[in-house]
């Protein structure tokens, strides 16, 4: 049986479902439920933006789906969108959750694409399909490994794929970032800046530049508004290191050409609080994670295939020494990227996870 949230008794069973889905599992870090009631809320209750569903069997919740409308830039024109998909290993109960889903939608669009976010779809989009063993870093997903069967059984085909690398911190990557850096700065008057709180307006609207200008047609969402950078950086704002951040500007115009974003991997300490709010682990906490995880990063069109974006990795490299940063995660990057990921490749990186985005046409 298929229920649609409609309150906020149902909209609890619906995030805490997780709870008991992922209770044996090492990898599965839980999110801060309490900001997700906050979130979901408004766009399920409040809004109506979303619908969110359960599937009850027994009396007892076996799976859930969240499902919206949108625009795609890749389809040119607006689909379906699905996410927070988790349920059992039971195809019955997959198909059960998305062929409500499919005819709620059948008379508005002709195809579906999933799974996404709805507050950070550039950043942690995809069904995981590699990398079962690692636990999930900040802002990215883990699922069980039969999803993609599910999936496959309800109609639904690969869309495309991310990547996320694992790139080691060694001697040799950190001199060979060093020279193609000191190469670069040889042949452009440029600089590499630290996120400034002082001026973070200035510095956002200087993302979003770099953002709108060095969206291509190897991204497949357009590039996100003023107002949701704004938003996104007001959310994060409390786990931001600004000197993990780096805008690279030319000098003489103080134009931004470059960026990336990197976060402490807050997930070390989510692992130990199990989805509660906890200030006393993240005060204690956030000087002892060692892990990193590169979520954005964007160079304009005039500068790409430069090294500009070396440049920015060794500045970054430099920060992460002072703070006895052990790994990085680099990612997702779309499949066809190749500019972005051979950077990371050629660093040493290793693929180590693969998140696959599923569509189907519902004609």
């Known amino acids: 049986m298929i229920v649609k949230v409609s309150d906020k008794k149902q909209l609890k069973n619906f995030l805490y479902y997780i709870t008991d889905l992922y209770k044996d599992c090492e990898n599965y870090v839980f999110p801060?439920?309490?900001?997700?009631k906050k979130?979901?809320?408004?766009?399920?209750?409040?809004?109506k933006t979303y619908t969110a569903i359960l599937c009850i069997k027994d009396d007892k919740i076996v799976g859930r789906l969240l499902y919206t409308i949108g625009d795609s830039k890749q389809k040119n024109g607006k689909i379906g969108y699905f996410s927070y998909f988790d349920c059992i290993n039971d195809e019955t109960v997959a198909k059960e959750l998305f062929d409500f889903m499919e005819n709620d939608l059948k008379t508005k669009v002709t195809y579906i694409e999933g799974t996404f976010s709805p507050f950070d779809s550039d950043t942690r989009r995809g069904v995981l399909v590699k990398g079962y063993d690692k636990p999930h870093t900040i802002l990215t997903s883990y699922n069980y490994d039969y999803y993609e069967k599910l999936l496959i059984s309800c109609g639904y085909a690969k869309a495309y794929d991310t990547f996320t690398f694992s790139i080691p911190f060694t001697d040799k990557n950190f001199k060979l970032t060093k020279l193609v850096g000191e190469s670069v700065t040889k042949h452009f008057d440029i600089r590499v800046d630290s996120l400034d709180f002082k001026n973070l307006d200035r510095d956002i609207k200087d993302v979003h530049n770099i953002l709108s200008q060095a969206t291509t047609e190897a991204n497949y969402q357009e590039a996100p508004s003023l107002q949701i950078i704004q938003d996104f950086a007001k959310n994060v704002k409390h786990i931001i290191n600004p000197n993990f951040v780096k805008i690279?500007?030319?000098?003489?115009?103080?134009?931004?050409?470059?960026?990336?974003?990197?976060?402490?991997?807050?997930?070390?300490?989510?692992?130990?609080?199990?989805?509660?709010?906890?200030?006393?682990?993240?005060?204690?906490?956030?000087?002892?994670?060692?892990?990193?995880?590169?979520?954005?990063?964007?160079?304009?069109?005039?500068?790409?295939?430069?090294?500009?974006?070396?440049?920015?990795?060794?500045?970054?490299?430099e920060e992460f020494l002072k703070y006895n940063i052990k790994t990085f995660e680099g990612g997702t990057i779309l499949e066809n990227n190749k500019n972005a990921w051979s950077y990371i490749i050629k660093l040493g990186g290793e693929l180590t996870k693969i998140y696959r985005i599923f569509g189907k046409d519902i004609i």
């Open 248 to 317: 690279a500007r030319e000098n003489g115009t103080n134009k931004p050409i470059g960026f990336c974003l990197t976060l402490p991997d807050f997930n070390q300490i989510l692992a130990k609080t199990k989805g509660k709010i906890n200030p006393f682990l993240f005060l204690t906490g956030k000087n002892k994670i060692d892990s990193v995880r590169g979520v954005l990063q964007y160079v304009i069109p005039e500068y790409q295939k430069t090294g500009l974006l070396i440049l920015i990795y060794n500045k970054t490299y």
């Open 32 to 36: 801060v439920f309490a900001s997700l």
């Open 39 to 47: 979130e979901v809320g408004q766009i399920v209750l409040v809004d």
